[in-house]
């Protein structure tokens, strides 16, 4: 039974292109989570999906940054026009029903802007 | 919304001492503490969990204890090992559609 498979493991961009990450949870899991974490700073949540709703999306920007879970598919975390602050790693975590307390996560996807 | 602070940011213990971390947490409808362990360049993995009808749980070298009163939560780690050298983070959840929240992490190093 595969993990929680992310990619681009590291992608690289110039300030103002668009980002795309990808993320596909395990097998029979219908909710994802997507965190950022800084050098020296911890899991911050960014976006709570359900197969085609969004549950929680109070830790993303307003602006630049979506986040979609398609019924068919993976998990998208979609960044436009990044800046050099947008430099972070990028976790998804699923987990296989809403009350299900443990988290699995992937190996993250880590984005630099130039 | 939950917030949890967590300490110390680092830890430094010789092989075979114990390490003890600390984390409070804010809102009282949280009923899910687990902690991960995070290896350089990968992921978090849940190392152990206790839920809030619960006040201590073991397995093996690590225990984690609960104070649902005080609102704070404890990793204990035991009979260290250079393989438990990570950074570790504490988090909580309340039920339902609820997101987990983590504390900033604690970075140990085991020292042989």
């Known amino acids: 039974n595969a993990g929680v498979m992310q990619n681009p493991r590291h992608l690289v961009r110039r300030r103002g292109q668009e980002a795309r990450l990808r993320c596909s949870p395990m097998k029979g899991h219908s909710h994802v989570y997507w965190y950022r974490q800084l050098p020296e700073e911890g899991l911050k949540f960014m976006v709570y999906?359900?197969?085609?709703?969004?549950?929680?999306e109070s830790g993303m920007p307003k602006e630049r940054f979506s986040a979609e879970f398609p019924k068919e598919g993976p998990s998208i975390l979609r960044i436009q026009q990044v800046v050099r602050g947008d430099s972070a790693a990028y976790f998804c975590?699923?987990?296989?029903?809403?009350?299900?307390?443990?988290?699995?996560f992937g190996e993250g996807s880590r984005l630099t802007v130039l | 919304g939950e917030n949890v602070e967590q300490h110390p940011s680092t830890l430094s213990v010789q092989e075979g001492d114990s390490a003890v971390i600390k984390c409070t947490y804010s809102?009282?409808?949280?009923?899910?503490f687990p902690w991960y362990k995070q290896e350089l360049g990968k992921g978090p993995q849940l190392i152990i969990d206790i839920r809030s009808n619960v006040g201590e749980k073991k397995d093996q070298r690590i225990a984690v204890t609960l104070n649902k009163t005080a609102k704070h939560f404890s990793l204990h780690i035991t009979e260290t090992q250079p393989e438990d050298s990570a950074v570790y983070f504490c988090?909580?959840?309340?039920?339902?559609?609820?997101?987990?929240?983590f504390g900033i992490g604690t970075k140990l190093q085991v020292i042989p």
């Open positions: 975590a699923s987990s296989p029903s809403e009350g299900a307390g443990e988290l699995f």
């Open positions: 809102d009282s409808a949280s009923n899910y």
């Open positions: 988090a909580a959840k309340a039920g339902g559609y609820q997101k987990v929240t």
């Open positions: 999906l359900q197969k085609e709703n969004i549950i929680d």
